[in-house]
């Protein structure tokens, strides 16, 4: 399209003064600008929802990245822990765990990790050190509960402990008892609350698929 | 006249101007509120807000994708993440510092440059090795600018008027024509064309609020 209309031609020589010339200004910002795209009917239809994503997933960029630094620290910890234990020259020589179970987050607290380390027995009581990550802090006077799972089913409580704004980029280290006489295939998991605090809750953590 | 047996038809093919659909009542354009308070509540996630500014700035955002990338499927994906920029950084824009549709014109660029970043390496590959007469990047820029601020104001039309002045620029059709495609008295076309560009040159002036 090659015409290019003039001014004369579309308001007339009528219009005279500071007028046309406000308007010559707004005809050459036309016929310089061009005109406006043609949209898609995609683009017509107007804003698609993923455009309106982007802030949250960002935040789950960010909360994954926490829980990975978290989970990181959680694994330094026993990795220090353990050696120190079992080097020689260690200042803090002491028993090794004789069981070490790792958990995986549930739906309830999808970004959290932990590991439980099951001590050797004294007078029939088994020590058990906890250490978690990203656990969702409770209602105040509420608890986590580690329970002795046998045979796919609570078995017995093992102890409380609760996750405050205090603890070290969201990591928790417990330590709790078993006083029970352990069989093979025993596992634990952590649960919140139940309804009347008597009885497990749901399960937060549970036994990742490899124990070691 | 009827039609003989004998006479050859002749198809005279017609280039039709391509326009937006005009309501036969047209609403007028909700200019009671400006770019700033839309952008104040999109910066507080309010998406009914969010569609009244992306009905606003579409075709000029569009427009600035297409010039700089030049491919309809590319200026497409870059206006994708021009309106999600602004979702996310709506809540950063400060109103002392400048107007709204600065801030947006800024907002896009960015995205569709990062984009143009993105396809670098194809767009380097079909590059002629011959010296470009081509304005330079400050006449593009200046071009570009200049295409945002009139297609932000077109959106600031009633439509009957952004009709007639579409059809008066871009169709190639006379006044005359113009009166005719759409069915109405002469008179007619010239007055709405002159309202549109009165109006277009306040909006202009008020240099998008």
Redesign the interface.
Known sequence: MNRKPTLDELIGADTTGAERQRLQHVHELLLEAGPPPELSPELEAGPKLNMTMGKKRRGVVKQRAMALLAAAIVVFMIFVGGYVAHTPGGKSSGPRPVLAQALHGTKLAPNAEGTLEVWNASSGNWPMTLTAADLPKLPPRTYYEVYLVRHGRPWGSCGQFRVTSSNSQGVVRATLTAPYSLKKGDSWVVTRPGPSGMEPGPVVLRPAPATA | MRKNDGDMEIAIEVPQP?LRAVPSEPAPPDDSVTDAELLARVGE?D?EA??ML??RY???V??LA?RRLGD?GHA?DA??EA???I??SASTYRPERGAAGGWLYTVARNAIVDRLRRNGPAYDAELPELISHDPGPAQHAE?SD??W???RA?EELQPREREV??L?????M??SEVAEYLHLPLGTV?TR??SG??H??AA??GELR
């Open positions: 391509r996630h998406r969010f569609e992306y009905g579409i075709r000029p569009f427009g297409l309809r497409e206006v994708q309106f999600a920029a979702w996310r071009d200049t295409a601020r009139v297609h077109l002045i579409e008066a620029y871009w169709s190639g006379s006044q010239k064309t002159r560009l009165a277009l040159a202009l002036e």
